[in-house]
């Protein structure tokens, strides 16, 4: 079994920062690819950045600029780090870990960006 768990999300004024977390553990063998993805009421999860074994990454066009998104292979955890935010980043932010042949998500963290 593989474990996904997210941390670090919240609430946050325009402008600030926060930073998330996600671990897996479990039998994991090698992660090919960790990533995450939100969703806001009443849209479509989509995705926010991802990032593959060798550190490239990919960003959605709305956060290029603002996040980071970062992993440290040997503790087998990826980071989101959020600046600048804004309202419209308020959602569920979804950790995912894909491995050889499957993907396993976390069960979402509430971000909320509002004065």
């Known amino acids: 079994q593989v474990q996904v768990v997210e941390s670090g999300g919240g609430l946050v004024q325009p402008g600030g920062s926060l930073r998330l977390s996600c671990a897996a553990s479990?039998?994991?063998?090698?992660?090919?690819?960790m990533g995450w993805y939100r969703q806001a009421p009443g849209k479509e999860r989509e995705l926010v950045a991802r990032?593959?074994?060798?550190?490239?990454?990919t960003y959605a066009d709305s956060v290029k600029g603002r996040f980071t998104i970062s992993r440290d292979n040997a503790k087998n955890t990826v980071f989101l780090q959020m600046n600048s935010t804004k309202p419209e980043d308020t959602a569920v932010y979804y950790c995912?870990?894909?491995?050889?042949?499957?993907?396993?998500w976390g069960q979402g963290t509430q971000v909320t960006v509002s004065s």
């Open positions: 995912y870990v894909r491995l050889a042949f499957t993907a396993y």
């Open positions: 479990g039998s994991i063998g090698i992660i090919y690819g």
């Open positions: 990032i593959d074994r060798g550190g490239s990454t």
